[in-house]
């Protein structure tokens, strides 16, 4: 039995809006989940921007002058500064997933 | 009776001789390795076993494997667009291997790779440095401009080292992510199995009062399983994510 072709379009078509509805959102985070992630963020920073400090202190001490710990407590100030940045920009992210799951649930109880 | 909860994070040495040296260091074949080799081996030989039939009809392995396969193109097409599918390989890989070492670690008495923060750092240190190679090799120099946001030039001194920071947070904050809920889900595990014993090796009604705790376990085991899918899934859309970012520097903006 040969398909019939404006059956098999019209069937491509409606499994395509399943799939676009079906696509795979990421899941608004739990309360936990965040508070954990927002804690990463900002220890992360201050840790990597020690670690960086420290390092160009290092390498300076090493090959010019002994800066030590001058550079370190610039980074890790700024450090600081980089995990409030990393939180403002995760928290936007949520608030978007957050969104979007609001407009799906929304969607699916008009429809 | 071994009631340290930490006890089942333990690496040892299941050669007691070290394979070779590393700079000085002995190398040695752990049980972690052992871990490793037995996901690579199996997540490979089972992808590649389950596809071969390549029936149009597919079983219940094939369908597995081509879910997964679909998953991550899906999860790459829509975080990266058309050009990141390149990426599709590296990504896969990441994906199952997290995926792997996840579940063989919740088969009581095998070893959690993923708990181990050297595994995970080396993971996410693998992403950055593809993030940043890809970064180069697409725009040049260019890519630096990633670490530039809007703004007066007197202020840029202090924003640039602020970028740059946050920038390199991503890999630690990647790998603590998976490696602390891992950590903490199976920990949380065993410290719960420690009361089941502990209670019933009382005796009386305090035995009966260990089914609290049993109870308990087999919760927080489903949970884990959830975990265990989520927190690869979130390894491998954070990869998805970071490479987009390469891919088409400020174009979210």
């Known amino acids: 039995m040969a398909p019939d072709p404006g059956r098999l379009r019209d069937l491509g078509q409606r499994l395509d809006q399943l799939q676009a509805r079906q696509a795979p959102k990421r899941p608004p985070p739990s309360q936990a989940g965040i508070a954990g992630r927002f804690a990463t963020e900002l220890v992360a920073a201050l840790i990597v921007g020690g670690g960086l400090g420290w390092g160009i202190d290092w390498l300076l001490g090493r090959f010019v002058l002994r800066t030590f710990p001058v550079f370190m407590i610039v980074f890790v100030v700024l450090g600081a500064a980089a995990g409030i940045l990393n939180v403002v920009r995760a928290a936007r992210e949520i608030n978007a997933q957050i969104a979007a799951a609001q407009a799906r649930s929304d969607e699916e109880n008009g429809s | ?253």
């Open chain 2, 1 to 253: 009776m071994n009631l340290n909860p930490m006890e089942q994070f333990a690496v040892k040495p299941l050669i007691a001789e070290p394979l070779f040296a590393l700079g000085g260091h002995p190398i040695y074949f752990t049980n972690q390795a052992l871990l490793m080799i037995i996901v690579v081996i199996a997540s490979s030989l089972f992808l590649t076993l389950a596809v071969k039939p390549g029936a149009l009809v597919p079983s219940r392995a094939q369908s597995m494997a081509e879910l997964s396969y679909e998953f991550v193109g899906n999860m790459i097409h829509s975080a990266t667009g058309e050009d990141g599918l390149r990426f599709f390989p590296f990504v896969f890989t990441i994906f199952m291997f997290v995926l792997c070492c996840n579940f063989f670690g919740m088969i009581p008495g095998s070893f959690t790779v993923t708990s181990q923060i050297a595994v995970t750092l080396a993971l996410a240190l693998l992403v950055i440095l593809t993030v940043i190679v890809t970064g180069f090799v697409k725009h040049g120099l260019g890519f630096l401009r990633l670490f530039v946001p809007k703004a007066p030039f007197g202020l840029l001194l202090l924003l640039v080292p602020i970028e740059v920071i946050s920038f390199f947070t991503r890999p630690l904050s990647l790998s603590v992510r998976l490696f602390a809920n891992m950590l903490a889900g199976h920990t949380m595990l065993a410290v719960f199995g420690g009361f089941v014993v502990a209670l019933g090796a009382a005796g009386g009604i305090l035995s009966v009062l260990s089914l609290g705790p049993m109870l308990l376990i087999i919760a927080i085991l489903l949970l884990e399983l959830l975990v265990a899918f989520l927190q690869a899934y979130v390894f491998a859309i954070l990869t998805c994510i970071y490479l987009n970012e390469a891919l088409h520097l400020h174009d979210h903006h």
